[in-house]
């Protein structure tokens, strides 16, 4: 069988020659045959029948997929079979298999079995030569997707515009790249260690044991070690408790962190580094004057409507020229798919820095422009999945918020769990880490008792009695409860909330505020 396009050896990869005729333009690519490289296929194929060692050259990245010509995927899919079930791979043993299975002439009947073996390559060479149709493979793909690009940008999918089809296609460039295959391989014991041991002295040198990123809850950092690097943390609760309030928090707590990193270094050096929130549900301005108003202590809604003295108004500028300098950047593009989001996190780490993203909220994202999910489970898992996927490929924690299921308002404890979590298996299994935020005060208020429900005026009077004690208990008051940490003990932290500010704080700080606690 020849190599298609111009002969180069086993190990030259075949393109098709570049395009005589000037002006055939996009025609023209329809008359170059995809790039394969056949003697580089039929080489290790007969390698593999005759030494089934070389197998393990390239088990790690090589597929039967990968080869242009389908037989010699079928063959390797064979010989792949039979050797990881730890039988004999050769031409005898496999030509028995395809008699009994009625497919040797489909595979080009003995005398093919024979003439691969005529085209073997030593042991040491297999792993090269699997590269070589790995990589013939990968241009394959490329030529695949640039035809797909080109066909959509003509009208193949109408329903995408411009915008979507570019995001379309860098989801498909990142597809490719993560299922090339291969991996990072294995890690010596060694340098794993090595890396454990950097990360326990972080955390010995740093106050309060802090290994990762501050949250800027003091409580929360003990009990987690920080915000990790590769962690998808899923921040979950009801309306109204306080989601996007204690993700603000955080998200603060960290460019906080990230700035005095830099100033430590260098006074007056622009840190390297920040905190990206893609804020789905509220505006930029909106995200703006939520941390306005806390560090200010001054009211949101009397902000917005200008019920402001001088004084406060005086504070409001002293406090937003200070939060200038917080390495904070907002995204609020309503609905964004997460290839816009993955993209989007890529720029702002090559070009400002990135330590930690918060996606407000979960549920409001979209999978990647171009898939058709069956159902609203497996459009939740595409999401988790590739919110886990950026969190490694760029080594920082990922928070995303995430709504509850109406379940936890028919049970006498409100208090959510695990599989309160909407599309919970698939939230759940990606996530390393899942907190939930609760309110007994919201709660409570809202089981104020009424006197007609009640036989005289005594027991009404002792129900208001308790009723008033258990809201002076729980006022200011919220939990956080970590339901799932791989790395670490569950538990509930206690923290202040200041409903007014929406301001979340550490329980024992409550009378603190502003900037500058």
Same mark, same amino acid.
């Given at each position: 069988?020849n190599t298609?396009?111009p002969?180069?050896?086993?190990l030259?990869?075949? +393109?098709?020659?570049?395009?005589?005729?000037?002006?055939?333009?996009?025609?023209?690519?329809?008359q170059?045959?995809?790039?394969?490289? !056949?003697?580089?296929?039929?080489?290790?194929?007969?390698?593999l029948?005759?030494?089934?060692?070389?197998y393990?050259?390239?088990?790690?990245?090589?597929?039967?997929?990968?080869?242009?010509?389908?037989?010699?995927?079928?063959?390797?899919?064979?010989?792949?079979?039979?050797?990881e079930?730890?039988?004999?791979?050769?031409?005898?043993?496999?030509?028995?298999?395809?008699?009994?299975?009625g497919l040797?002439?489909?595979?080009?009947?003995?005398?093919?079995?024979?003439?691969l073996?005529?085209?073997?390559?030593?042991?040491?060479?297999?792993?090269?030569?699997?590269?070589?149709?790995? /990589?013939?493979?990968?241009?394959?793909?490329?030529?695949d997707?640039?035809?797909?690009?080109?066909?959509r940008?003509?009208?193949?999918?109408p329903?995408?515009?411009?915008?979507?089809?570019?995001?379309?296609?860098?989801?498909s460039?990142f597809?490719?790249?993560?299922?090339?295959?291969?991996?990072?391989?294995?890690?010596?014991?060694?340098?794993?260690?090595?890396?454990?041991?950097?990360?326990?002295?972080?955390?010995?040198?740093?106050p309060?044991?802090?290994s990762? !990123?501050? +949250?800027?809850?003091r409580?929360l950092?003990?009990?987690?070690?920080?915000?990790h690097?590769?962690?998808?943390?899923?921040?979950?609760?009801?309306?109204?408790?306080?989601k996007?309030?204690?993700?603000?928090?955080?998200?603060?707590?960290?460019?906080?962190a990230? !700035?005095?990193?830099?100033?430590?270094?260098?006074?007056h050096?622009?840190p390297?580094?920040?905190?990206?929130?893609?804020?789905?549900?509220m505006?930029?301005?909106?995200?703006?004057?939520?941390?306005?108003?806390?560090?200010?202590?001054?009211?949101?809604?009397?902000?917005?409507?200008?019920d402001?003295?001088?004084r406060?108004?005086?504070?409001?500028l002293?406090?937003?020229?200070?939060?200038?300098?917080?390495?904070?950047?907002?995204?609020?593009?309503?609905?964004?798919?997460?290839?816009?989001?993955?993209t989007?996190?890529?720029?702002?780490?090559?070009t400002?820095g990135?330590?930690?993203v918060?996606?407000?909220?979960?549920?409001?994202?979209?999978?990647?422009?171009?898939?058709?999910?069956e159902?609203?489970?497996l459009?939740?898992?595409?999401?988790t999945?590739?919110?886990?996927?950026?969190?490694?490929?760029?080594?920082?924690?990922?928070?995303?918020? +995430?709504?509850?299921?109406?379940?936890?308002?028919?049970?006498?404890?409100?208090?959510?769990?695990?599989s /309160?979590?909407?599309e919970?298996?698939?939230?759940?299994?990606?996530?390393?880490?899942?907190?939930?935020?609760y309110?007994?005060?919201y709660?409570?208020?809202?089981?104020?008792?009424?006197?007609?429900?009640?036989?005289?005026?005594?027991?009404?009077?002792?129900?208001?009695?308790?009723?008033?004690?258990?809201?002076?208990?729980?006022?200011?008051?919220?939990?956080l409860?970590?339901?799932?940490?791989?790395?670490?003990?569950?538990?509930?932290?206690?923290?202040?909330?200041e409903?007014?500010?929406?301001r979340?704080?550490?329980?024992?700080?409550q009378?603190?505020?502003?900037?500058?606690?």
């Open positions: 069988m298609f396009g002969p180069g050896g086993p030259g990869a075949s +393109s098709g020659g570049p395009l005589d005729t000037a002006g055939e333009g996009l025609f023209g690519l329809s170059r045959l995809p790039p394969a490289n !056949l003697e580089a296929e039929q080489a290790l194929l007969g390698a029948l005759a030494n089934n060692k070389a393990e050259r390239v088990s790690e990245f090589l597929a039967p997929e990968h080869f242009a010509d389908p037989i010699h995927g079928r063959i390797f899919a064979a010989i792949q079979r039979r050797i079930a730890g039988q004999l791979a050769d031409a005898v043993t496999l030509r028995a298999e395809f008699e009994h299975n040797l002439d489909e595979v080009g009947g003995p005398a093919y079995l024979a003439q073996l005529s085209a073997m390559v030593g042991v040491i060479n297999a792993g090269e030569y699997g590269r070589v149709i790995h /990589d013939c493979w990968m241009r394959r793909q490329l030529v997707i640039g035809e797909m690009v080109v066909n940008a003509f009208g193949a999918e329903e995408l515009d411009a915008r979507q089809q570019l995001e379309a296609a860098e989801q460039l597809d490719l790249a993560k299922d090339q295959g291969g991996g990072t391989g294995f890690v010596t014991f060694e340098r794993a260690l090595a890396a454990a041991v950097q990360q326990a002295a972080a955390a010995f040198s740093n309060g044991g802090v990762g !990123l501050s +949250s800027g809850l409580d950092d003990k009990r987690t070690g920080g915000l690097k590769s962690d998808l943390i899923i921040l979950a609760g009801r309306p109204a408790m306080g996007t309030a204690l993700a603000t928090k955080i998200a603060f707590g960290a460019a906080r990230v !700035l005095m990193k830099a100033r430590e270094a260098d006074p050096a622009k390297r580094g920040g905190v990206a929130i893609f804020s789905l549900e505006s930029a301005d909106q995200l703006a004057t939520r941390l306005l108003s806390e560090n200010a202590r001054i009211s949101g809604d009397r902000i917005r409507r200008g402001i003295d001088q406060d108004f005086d504070k409001f002293d406090v937003s020229r200070e939060l200038q300098q917080m390495p904070l950047f907002i995204d609020d593009t309503p609905a964004i798919t997460i290839s816009a989001l993955r989007r996190c890529r720029r702002l780490q090559r400002h990135l330590d930690l918060v996606v407000d909220y979960l549920q409001l994202m979209r999978p990647a422009a171009g898939t058709r999910p159902s609203r489970v459009e939740i898992s595409m999401i999945q590739g919110l886990k996927a950026i969190a490694k490929e760029l080594a920082i924690p990922v928070v995303a918020l +995430s709504q509850l299921s109406r379940q936890v308002e028919s049970r006498e404890d409100k208090r959510p769990q695990l /309160d979590l909407r919970s298996g698939s939230i759940e299994q990606d996530a390393d880490m899942v907190w939930f935020v309110r007994d005060e709660y409570l208020a809202q089981r104020q008792p009424k006197e007609m429900t009640y036989e005289n005026a005594e027991k009404f009077s002792a129900a208001v009695e308790k009723w008033q004690k258990d809201m002076e208990e729980a006022h200011n008051k919220a939990e409860i970590i339901a799932k940490q791989r790395h670490g003990p569950t538990g509930t932290i206690k923290l202040f909330f409903g007014e500010f929406t979340f704080g550490d329980l024992d700080t009378h603190d505020g502003g900037y500058g606690d």
